[in-house]
T-cell receptor, first 113, second 112 residues
Framework: SQQGEEDPQALSIQEGENATMNCSYK?????LQWYRQNSGRGLVHLILIRSNEREKHSGRLRVTLDTSKKSSSLLITASRAADTASYFCATPPRQGGSEKLVFGKGMKLTVNP | GAGVSQSPRYKVTKRGQDVALRCDPISGHVSLYWYRQALGQGPEFLTY????????KSGLPNDRFSAERPEGSISTLTIQRTEQRDSAMYRC??????????FGPGTRLTVL
């Protein structure tokens, strides 16, 4: 079963624009993670935000977390063609103490040069 | 240091054959995870280990799937009597417990 749902499912923008992706999840979490997957390549961890954090930055990435709404957003500023990829949010469900990650279906971002 | 490695990168097999997929995690990483990813979908959890102990195998689809990590490092995911529906990308990840997971390149399994 999938926990996170990214929105929109696909986004196409011009280089230099900002891209915002949203993730909603269902159960209580300890943290939420964002991953990127380039075509034909592996999953790359981007950023982790803990349940007691509201915002986190890493380079051109900005992640917010609203635990009351069970949602997170990923903002990529000044996008580049190399940002073209699928983006996934993933959460380790708090129940049971398992550290497995439950991924959403992903969002495909296309940045046009 | 080196990242997570997986072998083989591609595996084509005939229905009914057994396959063994290997994962070599980042040195020192306590936790090792197996996921399966269908085209256009996010990875789906299969099982994970802390050291050599299998902590959670709730994601294994059926008893044809098994995994081991006998010395707490390299892990093998075995699929017996493969079926066409087993075709997918199998991904391995490792982590220091409770932190972000680092994924390998995956093994693309095709069952004919």
């Amino acid at each position: 079963s999938q926990q996170g749902e990214e929105d929109p499912q696909a986004l196409s923008i011009q280089e230099g624009e900002n891209a915002t992706m949203n993730c909603s999840y269902k159960t209580s979490i300890n943290n939420l993670q964002w991953y990127r997957q380039n075509s034909g390549r592996g999953l790359v961890h981007l950023i982790l935000i803990r349940s007691n954090e509201r915002e986190k930055h890493s380079g051109r990435l900005r992640v917010t977390l609203d635990t009351s709404k069970k949602s997170s957003s990923l903002l990529i500023t000044a996008s580049r063609a190399a940002d073209t990829a699928s983006y996934f949010c993933a959460t380790p469900p708090r129940q049971g103490g398992s550290e497995k990650l439950v991924f959403g279906k992903g969002m495909k971002l296309t940045v046009n040069p | 240091g080196a990242g997570v490695s997986q072998s083989p990168r591609y595996k084509v097999t005939k229905r009914g054959q057994d396959v063994a997929l290997r994962c070599d995690p980042i040195s020192g990483h306590v936790s090792l995870y197996w996921y399966r990813q269908a085209l256009g979908q996010g990875p789906e959890f299969l099982t994970y280990f802390n050291y050599e102990a299998q902590q959670d195998k709730s994601g294994l689809p059926n008893d044809r799937f098994s995994a081991e990590r006998p010395e707490g490092s390299i892990s093998t995911l075995t699929i017996q009597r493969t079926e066409q529906r087993d075709s997918a990308m199998y991904r391995c990840a490792s982590s220091l417990a409770g932190n972000e997971q680092f994924f390998g390149p995956g093994t693309r399994l095709t069952v004919l």
